[in-house]
């Protein structure tokens, strides 16, 4: 895939988990209880994930690239995509809720057609920013404009980062890691993710394992 920037990073994260939800769900054992909890702690991540990036992209980003010349019609048509986003994530937690209550055969099929509405959703938006903007984060990456916008990404609680480092790089490829240490370096990634991000290698880990 060659040179990406942390948000065509963090992209590849969203399609990796959507990927394994989809398997998992195809393949759900009815009636096991203690697998529909693990896939709903999984999915909760996931959700937490795709609503913080979100959100800081409208906040930060937007703000950042409209600064070094993104049109503001490309970035409004991008927040509508996030609503529809929203509107497909709303409709995945009720449905990952009701199977982590039953463990029933039938709310496992109502979840994997709510996920693959989602990915269908997703994918969509993240191929159009993605074309749009990595272009523009590639190029402009050493303005000041977006050295400040990853100073404002990087203010985060350190459970916080320690999950989001932990996950992202959850069976991450070798542009993703890159990536991700051409932004911070790769020592205190190890550290900040060994450190902070073992709830997510206990809660949800084991989900993509099973």
Same mark, same amino acid.
């Given at each position: 895939?060659?040179?990406?920037?942390? *948000?065509?990073?963090?992209?590849?994260? @969203?399609?990796?988990?959507?990927?394994?939800?989809? #398997? !998992?769900?195809?393949?759900? &054992?009815?009636? *096991?209880?203690?697998?529909?909890?693990?896939?709903? /702690?999984? %999915?909760? *991540?996931?959700?937490?994930? @795709?609503?913080?990036?979100?959100?800081?992209?409208?906040?930060? !980003?937007?703000?950042?690239?409209?600064?070094?010349?993104?049109?503001?019609?490309?970035?409004?048509?991008?927040?509508?995509?996030?609503?529809?986003?929203?509107?497909?994530?709303?409709?995945?937690?009720?449905?990952? !809720?009701?199977?982590?209550?039953?463990?029933? #055969?039938?709310?496992?099929?109502?979840?994997?057609?709510?996920?693959?509405?989602? /990915?269908?959703?997703?994918?969509?938006?993240?191929?159009?920013?993605?074309?749009?903007?990595? &272009?523009?984060?590639?190029?402009?990456?050493?303005? &000041?404009?977006?050295?400040?916008?990853?100073?404002?990404?990087?203010?985060?609680?350190?459970?916080?980062?320690? /999950?989001?480092?932990? %996950?992202?790089?959850?069976?991450?490829?070798?542009?993703?890691?890159?990536?991700?240490?051409?932004?911070?370096?790769?020592?205190?990634?190890?550290?900040?993710?060994?450190? @902070?991000?073992?709830?997510?290698?206990?809660?949800?880990?084991? !989900? %993509?394992?099973?």
């Amino acid at each position: 895939m060659g040179e990406m920037s942390m *948000n065509r990073a963090i992209h590849a994260g @969203f399609r990796r988990d959507l990927d394994r939800l989809d #398997a !998992a769900l195809s393949a759900f &054992p009815a009636g *096991n209880q203690v697998r529909a909890t693990q896939l709903d /702690r999984a %999915w909760a *991540n996931l959700d937490d994930q @795709f609503t913080y990036h979100h959100h800081g992209e409208h906040e930060i !980003a937007w703000p950042a690239l409209r600064a070094v010349g993104v049109s503001a019609d490309l970035l409004a048509e991008l927040d509508g995509e996030h609503a529809a986003l929203e509107t497909a994530l709303v409709d995945v937690r009720a449905a990952m !809720a009701e199977l982590a209550r039953t463990a029933l #055969a039938d709310d496992a099929k109502a979840a994997l057609a709510a996920v693959e509405r989602l /990915r269908e959703v997703a994918v969509t938006h993240l191929d159009h920013e993605e074309a749009e903007l990595e &272009p523009v984060f590639l190029a402009k990456r050493d303005s &000041p404009e977006l050295k400040a916008m990853g100073k404002q990404f990087a203010k985060v609680s350190p459970a916080r980062a320690g /999950r989001y480092f932990a %996950w992202l790089l959850d069976g991450a490829d070798d542009d993703v890691r890159a990536a991700v240490t051409h932004q911070i370096p790769g020592p205190v990634v190890s550290v900040v993710s060994g450190v @902070f991000g073992r709830s997510y290698r206990r809660d949800v880990a084991p !989900a %993509w394992e099973s």
